[in-house]
């Protein structure tokens, strides 16, 4: 009986040498297939590609086999959800068409066995984060998108390339130790009466219990290709694959706090 709810973010096919992303989507590919068995729902939260611009008749070239995954995943009844990262909203109606899945651009507020979840990319939760939430509301500007896509494919995409580049840059750097905006915002959604708090964007997987819920942060599918589970009421943060140790190996990721 499928009865587990899995969460990935921060994939970022795109990223890296064509040998970097064979590997990542190759582990990817292996995780898919080891959760078809008991999964009921596949939840991306985001940044599944590190860069996406989609024309109307023209998409980024690739990703063949993991879209012959998805398209396999829904047609054995499991559910794909796909909430929009910062590196991936900006799509058109390619997903919607092929799949059947409706693109989520804001949080994702669902009762799961009676739980209730709030999940979200987290892009624009961290301190100081003033300039990316501008630039995160042109960017989603129906006009700006209509002028980009004026734009040949090869210069458009081009483009987003080095923006997302650019971005995952300003990511990384971001000192998160002190003041995590990202779980500040988690704490403040469980004391509203969040059970659980699901997040990505942050690319450092992480798990803080409070006395009435969970935050998780995703973690990301560069360095540390880490997911969490959600199953008979109870949630786990998991390490799929040790990159150091070149192996699979699932270790549970202990809660802080």
């Not at 989609?54 to 794909?80: D, M, N, Q, T």
């Not at 915002?185 to 990505?200: A, H, L």
Request: aromatic share 16%.
């Amino acid at each position: 009986m499928k009865s587990a709810y899995y969460f990935i973010s921060d994939v970022h096919l795109g990223y890296g040498s064509r040998e970097d992303n064979i590997f990542k989507e190759n582990v990817l590919l292996h995780f898919m297939d080891s959760i078809k068995a008991d999964a009921k729902e596949l939840f991306i939260v985001g940044d599944l590609f590190d860069y996406w611009m989609e024309y109307k008749h023209v998409v980024p070239k690739g990703y063949y086999r993991l879209f012959a995954k998805i398209a396999e995943f829904i047609s054995c009844g499991i559910k794909v959800n796909y909430l929009a990262g910062n590196h991936d909203f900006w799509r058109g109606t390619y997903f919607k068409d092929e799949f059947g899945i409706d693109i989520v651009f804001d949080e994702i507020i669902r009762e799961i066995e009676g739980k209730k979840f709030f999940i979200h990319h987290g892009d624009g939760m961290a301190y100081k984060d003033t300039g990316y939430k501008i630039l995160k509301a042109i960017m989603r500007n129906r006009f700006a998108q209509f002028m980009y896509a004026k734009l040949h494919p090869d210069w458009g995409i081009g483009l987003a390339k080095k923006s997302s580049h650019s971005s995952r840059m300003h990511t990384g750097q971001r000192d998160y130790s002190k003041h995590d905006g990202l779980k500040d915002f988690g704490g403040k959604k469980i004391n509203e009466g969040f059970d659980f708090v699901i997040m990505g964007h942050r690319h450092r997987p992480l798990r803080v219990d409070y006395p009435t819920g969970t935050y998780i942060n995703l973690g990301d599918w560069i360095d540390n290709f880490t997911y969490a589970v959600f199953k008979e009421g109870k949630i786990e943060l998991i390490s799929y694959f040790n990159k150091k140790e070149n192996k699979y190996r699932q270790e549970i990721i202990k809660a802080i706090g």
